[in-house]
Structure formats: C-alpha cells, structure tokens
C-alpha cells in the first residue's frame, strides 16, 4: 500500500483565492482525519470521518472552511477565500478504527501559503 | 474535553542520555494514550501506545509509563542518539470521542553528539 495520499504538496496561493486540498486514505480504512500544524498552535484536529460520514467538525475554524468525502477513497478540504493566517502544513490521515486499532497513519501534508 | 499538557516544550540531551518527556490529561475516560515522532520536515509516525489496563510498556530503547490515578503519562528514551532528534507529540484518546486524538503540544527533543 502506498500509504495516505496528499496532493498538492506545496500551494501559493493569492488572498482571496480558493484552495482545495485533496487526500486519498489508506485502502480499508474506515476513518479520516484533517489536521492543521503551525508553530504557534501546534497540531490542530480540524473534522474527521467515520465511514464518509463526519462525526465531529468542531475543530473546522469558521465557515471558510469546508471538507467532504464523498466516497471511501477521496477527500477534500477547501478554504474558500483563503487568508494568510490560513498559512499552515494541513495533513490528512487514516484509520482503521472498527477493527478496534487507533493507529493514525499520516500523509506527507500539504504545505500551504497564502500571499 | 480533554485537554492534553506537555512538558517540557524542547530538551537537549547528549548522546547517551536518557530523555524524559511528561503528559498530563483531564479526562478520565481516556483509555488510549500514543506518541508520535515527527522529524523536520516530515509527517508524524506513531513509535509506541499504551492503553489504560496497562501500566508500562516497553520496546528497546523506548518506555511509556501512565498513571491513571494521576492522570499522567510520560516518554523514555534510554541511550538516546543523534538520530533521535526530532519532535514528538503525546495524544490521548477518550472512549467517548470515537478515535478523536487530543495532542499535546509537542517536545523538541535535540540529542547532540
């Protein structure tokens, strides 16, 4: 297995713009999280997914941002128009929570930068 | 909800050295309790866990130890090496929150030679 998938990899972006991350979960695996990581506040659960569906969106910042999963295989963020203090490494990960293991598997992230 | 405190926020060591990184929650109904390891530039990678019907858990140079009663749980990492270095997060798990990770705010850890 090639492991969680992230693309892109690295985004610049203008204010204002909108950005769409997109993640690929490891093949089985039933949850999906979004994180954010800055310096200053660290490793920041943003939603995440059981089964497509999402079960917890309290760490999503405010209406800018959006995510859905429309399948078992894919996953969105969008930011939606972004700001600088968007500015961060989002990554995405995945789990196979039902078969009772919490091992979180993470993607290489996507570093975004908003101008 | 929990709330996950870490300490100390960066430590250096020699080589050799052991290091020891402390982990407080606040809800008594986390059960699960892992570390992750994130180096520079990377994404973080799970090293050990330990679940709350345990008391330690060992594997070579790494050890976690919780205290229920406390609610505390730390890190050790014995004979530590330069390729040690690196951040690392502890989380906790409550058997409320459906796999929600609550982590701590992460111990730069640098090991010198």
């Known amino acids: 297995d090639a492991g969680v998938i992230q693309s892109p990899r690295h985004e610049v972006t203008e204010m204002g713009q909108e950005v769409t991350l997109r993640c690929k979960p490891i093949?089985?695996?039933?949850?999906l999280f979004w994180y954010r990581q800055t310096m200053m506040r660290g490793l920041e659960l943003l939603i995440y997914?059981?089964?497509?569906?999402?079960?917890?969106d309290s760490g999503m910042p405010e209406d800018r941002f959006s995510a859905k999963m429309p399948n078992a295989s894919f996953s969105t963020l969008k930011i939606q128009p972004s700001e600088p203090r968007d500015s961060a490494v989002y990554f995405c990960?995945?789990?196979?929570?039902?078969?009772?293991?919490?091992?979180?598997?993470f993607g290489p992230g996507t570093r975004l930068t908003v101008l | 909800g929990e709330n996950v405190e870490q300490h100390p926020s960066t430590l250096s060591v020699q080589e050799g050295d052991s290091a020891v990184i402390k982990c407080t929650y606040s809800d008594s109904a986390s059960n699960y309790f892992p570390w992750y390891k994130q180096e520079l530039g990377k994404r973080p990678q799970l090293i050990i866990d330990?679940?709350?019907?345990?008391g330690e858990k060992k594997d070579q140079r790494i050890a976690v130890t919780l205290n229920k009663t406390a609610k505390h749980f730390s890190l050790h990492i014995t004979e530590t090496q330069p390729e040690d270095s690196a951040v690392y997060f502890c989380?906790?798990?409550?058997?409320?929150?459906?796999?929600?990770?609550?982590f701590g705010t992460g111990t730069r850890l640098l090991v010198s030679p």
């Open positions: 990960a995945s789990s196979f929570g039902t078969s009772g293991k919490t091992e979180q598997f």
């Open positions: 330990i679940r709350s019907n345990v």
């Open positions: 997914f059981n089964n497509n569906v999402p079960i917890d």
């Open positions: 093949s089985g695996h039933d949850y």
């Open positions: 989380a906790a798990v409550s058997n409320t929150g459906f796999q929600k990770l609550v």
